[in-house]
């Protein structure tokens, strides 16, 4: 029992040593070679610092600052996020190389988003698939930060170092016309449903007019998922926070 009782008072003087190293986010994020690597992201990387996490094929590339967070961790560091940052910029720094047209294209003069690769019509939009470039001149409706294009699909083939513009991507449809669909109301504790019919496709925070299948009644809701609807508190809520403001790092 004495052993025992030894033995666990060592395993909680010894925990405090297993957790993370504390690191924070450089202010500017870049990379000589293309390796993007966890030192290069973060002050006091120590031992993890040439840990690879990504690659940089053009002048930037962007990265999902939850998903590097996750990573860090299993590295042994702790990063925090105190500002909230949703994506990671980085750059390569003066001298280092991109590829082929990419590279061309980082001659010009205003600064717009550019595919890192291919993709194919109904494709999902990832955050490494965009990169920063500079070009003499964008499209009209070049958007004015990733995520205005993160999580979108495809409307048309896309090819790798284009120039990416709103029109090449459209809200993913979670919704098909005609499919039937739950309407929920929830408010103050109080939650009800019903079935309803979709009257078009819709996306999710899109609004959608749904026939109630028991009163045929149409009436107007917000669409929460695959298969589902809000309508009342819930669905004004979500219609608020389709946009949410975003912070970026190191742009």
Request: no cysteine.
């Amino acid at each position: 029992m004495k052993a025992l009782v030894l033995s666990l008072t060592a395993l909680l003087i010894a925990s405090p040593a297993l957790a993370g190293q504390a690191v924070s986010l450089r202010s500017d994020t870049t990379d000589a070679d293309g390796r993007v690597t966890l030192g290069e992201l973060f002050d006091g990387a120590g031992a993890a610092s040439d840990m690879a996490i990504a690659t940089r094929a053009g002048p930037t590339v962007v990265l999902d600052a939850a998903q590097v967070q996750i990573t860090a961790r299993r590295a042994g560091l702790d990063w925090s996020n105190p500002n909230g940052v949703r994506r990671i910029i980085v750059r390569g720094s003066s001298g280092s190389g991109g590829d082929g047209a990419l590279a061309g294209a980082a001659r010009g003069n205003v600064e717009v988003l550019a595919y890192a690769r291919s993709l194919a019509t109904g494709d999902i939009v990832q955050p490494e698939d965009l990169i920063w470039v500079k070009v003499a001149a964008g499209p009209s409706d070049a958007p004015r930060d990733a995520d205005a294009l993160i999580g979108m699909t495809a409307k048309r083939p896309l090819r790798q170092g284009s120039t990416a513009s709103l029109r090449d991507v459209s809200t993913p449809q979670v919704i098909k016309a005609g499919d039937i669909v739950a309407v929920t109301y929830e408010d103050a504790g109080v939650a009800l449903t019903l079935q309803g019919k979709a009257m078009a496709a819709g996306a999710v925070g899109e609004s959608l007019m749904v026939q109630n299948t028991a009163s045929k009644k149409i009436i107007e809701t917000v669409v929460t998922g695959p298969g589902s609807t809000a309508v009342g508190p819930q669905a004004m809520r979500l219609k608020a926070n389709r946009n949410p403001t975003l912070r970026y790092a190191a742009r």
